[in-house]
């Protein structure tokens, strides 16, 4: 019953490094996505992806890629870390259906760039 | 575009008081809604939703949320508030399309004193 995982959990890089927050599902859900949360902002939409093979940008997509080679995996890459990447990043999944389903998230990945 | 607006950023009750977090949405049609919960250092959870089944809608928790139309509203509200019920809420209405894209509200952080 793991649902959505997301590793690490709490992770501080240096300015320029780069590096990839894992996140996995076990439900064969079609749609995965990448949210950030900031403090009074809520959460923004990075990247997105309705099925293995098919990825979007959100709203915040700059210095984030993301690749879906299978269904079950959505890892999210910073290429080059900067301050501003500092955040709370959560992965989400749902299933296809009419209309709109819940979203199943994971526990979210501190991260910090200092 | 379909938007929602959280119009509290912080709501403080008594315990044992009602609860009211307030949320309005701007839509071309009658939208899905929900209301996620987001308690301190965890991830989010679906508190409920509204599918246009019926326009009082019942979640976990003892909340409850009412869909007006006339007013573009989706207020979240429970009778007597528990300390367990401090957290952050968020409003979030799907953009359409068939996958599940949302968009966020702010969120409300409620604080519940004893």
């Known amino acids: 019953n793991a649902g959505v995982t997301q590793t690490p959990k709490f992770q501080v890089l240096k300015t320029g490094q780069s590096m990839t927050l894992q996140c996995a599902q076990d439900m064969n859900h079609e749609y995965m996505s990448w949210y950030r949360q900031d403090p009074g902002m809520g959460l923004r939409l990075i990247h997105y992806?309705?099925?293995?093979?098919?990825?979007d940008q959100g709203e915040v997509p700059n210095g984030y890629n993301v690749s879906r080679s299978t269904t079950e995996d959505f890892p999210l890459r910073l290429l080059s870390a900067a301050p501003s990447q500092t955040s709370v990043y959560f992965c989400?999944?749902?299933?296809?259906?009419?209309?709109?389903?819940?979203?199943?998230f994971g526990q979210g990945t501190r991260l910090t760039v200092v | 575009a379909q938007s929602v607006t959280q119009l509290d950023s912080h709501v403080s009750v008594s315990e044992g008081t009602p609860v009211l977090l307030r949320c309005n949405y701007s839509?071309?049609?009658?939208?899905?809604l929900f209301w996620y919960v987001q308690h301190p250092n965890k991830g989010l959870q679906l508190l409920l939703k509204?599918?246009?089944?019926?326009?009082l809608v019942k979640g976990i928790n003892g909340f409850e949320a009412e869909f007006k139309k006339s007013e573009t509203s989706f207020h979240l509200t429970k009778p007597s508030a528990h300390m367990s019920d401090a957290a952050e809420y968020f409003c979030v209405v799907p953009l359409g399309g068939g996958y599940q894209k949302v968009t966020f509200g702010t969120g409300t952080k409620l604080q519940v004193i004893p």
């Open positions: 509204y599918t246009s089944a019926a326009t």
């Open positions: 992806s309705v099925g293995a093979g098919i990825t």
């Open positions: 989400a999944s749902s299933p296809r259906g009419r209309g709109s389903t819940e979203a199943f």
């Open positions: 839509s071309s049609y009658s939208p899905s």
